[in-house]
């Protein structure tokens, strides 16, 4: 390309309005509002692993009143598929659900009330250590993934809220 098409490129992008979501890094609006989430605890070995990710993600720092409470519920399933004539599961489906809601912690308004979830594919073999190993292991990914669309939700909350004022 030449340098004129570049500079018009950019041009044309600049008055786009599109901004970046974690515009002015740690001190951005939106790294702000993810740092001052205070996560509820979480039922369950899925909720921890959700919690822990979420925490980790947040990057929430000791100290200080949170402005806000993450509350989230869980539904973790685990459906058998492709059953043989034997009757016996050859597949199996593990379900990560979650409801969660963004709470003001001053005022108890909910902000952002919302779902996330993902789902894994699982091989059931004939040793029963591995299929629990890969039940598990599913589980952990699967945290990870829902931690992180809650996560995009509320900087995405807290951008929109910015822009608004």
């Known amino acids: 390309m030449t340098r004129a098409a570049i500079l ?3 041009l ?11 515009g002015g890094g740690e001190s951005g609006v939106v790294a702000q509002a993810l740092q001052s989430v205070d996560v509820a605890p979480i039922d369950g070995r899925a909720g921890w692993l959700v919690r822990t990710a979420l925490e980790d ?3 929430r720092r000791s100290g200080g ?4 409470r993450l509350e989230v519920e869980l539904d973790d399933d685990i459906t ?9 599961v050859t597949l199996e489906r593990r379900s990560l659900r ?3 809601r963004l709470v003001e912690a001053s005022k108890g308004t909910v902000l952002l009330d919302a779902t996330a979830g993902s789902d894994a594919g699982i091989d059931v073999v004939s040793s029963e250590y591995a299929t ?17 669309q809650i996560v995009a939700r509320i900087a995405l909350y807290a951008s929109r809220s910015d822009s608004n004022r």
Do not use: N
Request: with cysteine.
């Open 80 to 88: 058998g598929f492709g059953i043989r004539r034997d009757s016996a």
């Open 65 to 68: 009143t949170p402005a806000y």
């Open 98 to 100: 979650a409801r969660f």
């Open 57 to 59: 993600r947040l990057g």
């Open 12 to 22: 044309l992008l600049a008055g786009c309005g599109l901004r970046p979501l974690y």
């Open 8 to 10: 018009a490129l950019s």
């Open 132 to 148: 629990v190993a890969a039940e598990q292991t599913a589980l952990e990914h699967l945290s990870k993934e829902v931690a992180d």
